[in-house]
């Protein structure tokens, strides 16, 4: 816990150096029924992509101890312990129906060890989510996590004991899709890359591959551990039409490039991405660049 800032902002928690423990309080609801209080503590630590581990010791089978992801699609993500019914999982709290939704998980509760320390690992790789127990992969989902601080979500009725919190933080990348030519490689290196590694964005392109897998699946691959996907769209490119159908069926944000000396209307079906419309001229890359600016800080980098 040392280097880090923790505040309690519901319910009761202890914090030192080291450890942060659960204190369970009761409480009544409007008909008077008793029930512990959830005790949310939260963080400075802003995330988006990389990995957070902790330990967890919990008294009690029905123990809850998550962390919470903030996520685009209107709903925060709870990782850990007893997540909707698994002993270890995730689930998402959507607030336009304001129910829980499992997204993915394992494990009964009647199997935990009580006082037995539990080691969780959470990977964020763009929009892959990856919860392992234990050095055990235990559940995956797609999911784009929005740079938000963390947070614990925890309820019991006995304490909870989280030590060993550490997290590391690793550059998201941006995932280039574009012809490879002469004219568009200008593109990419005097606009594209500069941009994005501005606002802290790793570029990579599928020529930049150097791999023995085949090329299609390193290409799946970037798809989906990219944080956002830039698409320079002019030329009729099926290669380019089929990554970008790829990223809008896994819900990756995405923006597209089109010279509009060149092409004035876009295909119908790419017609509902952000587009950004550019000449290719000295005052037109000028252009480009504020776009590109404001497009990327509309999707909060």
């Known amino acids: 816990m040392k280097d880090i800032n923790w505040l309690v902002t519901s319910g009761q928690a ?88 499992w997204q993915n998980g394992s494990g009964f509760p009647e199997n935990l060890e009580l006082d037995k320390e539990y080691k969780l690992k959470i990977i964020v790789t763009g929009s892959l989510l990856t919860l392992y127990v234990n050095n055990i992969k235990i559940a995956e989902s797609n999911q784009y996590i929005k740079k938000a601080q963390l947070k614990f979500f925890i309820t019991s009725s006995n304490e909870v004991e989280i030590t060993d919190f550490k997290v590391t933080m690793k550059k998201p990348k941006a995932f280039i899709v574009m012809q490879f030519s002469d004219e568009f490689n200008k593109l990419y290196n005097e606009v594209i890359k500069p941009i994005c590694e501005e606002y802290g964005l790793e570029c990579e392109r599928a020529d930049e591959f150097y791999t023995s897998t085949p090329i299609i699946a390193d290409i799946v691959n970037s798809l989906i551990k990219c944080s956002i996907i830039i698409a320079e769209i002019t030329p009729d490119n099926p290669n380019v039409y089929y990554e970008l159908g790829y990223a809008h069926a896994i819900n990756k944000p995405t923006i597209l490039l089109c010279d509009k000396n060149k092409r004035s209307k876009l295909p119908f079906d790419v017609s509902g991405f952000r587009t950004l419309f550019y000449e290719d001229s000295i005052m037109g890359k000028s252009s480009i660049e504020s776009s590109l600016r404001k497009y990327l800080e509309i999707i909060s980098y």
């Open 14 to 101: 202890k914090i030192t150096e080291t450890k942060i423990t659960y204190i369970p309080t009761k409480a009544k609801d409007p008909e008077g029924n008793e029930y512990y209080q959830t005790s949310v503590i939260n963080s400075d630590v802003d995330f988006e992509n990389g990995s957070i581990e902790f330990n967890i010791k919990v008294k009690e089978i029905k123990a809850l101890c998550q962390i919470v992801l903030e996520t685009e699609e209107y709903g925060n993500l709870n990782i850990g312990m007893n997540a909707s019914g698994s002993l270890f999982g995730i689930t998402k709290y959507d607030y336009k129906t304001k129910r829980w939704e």
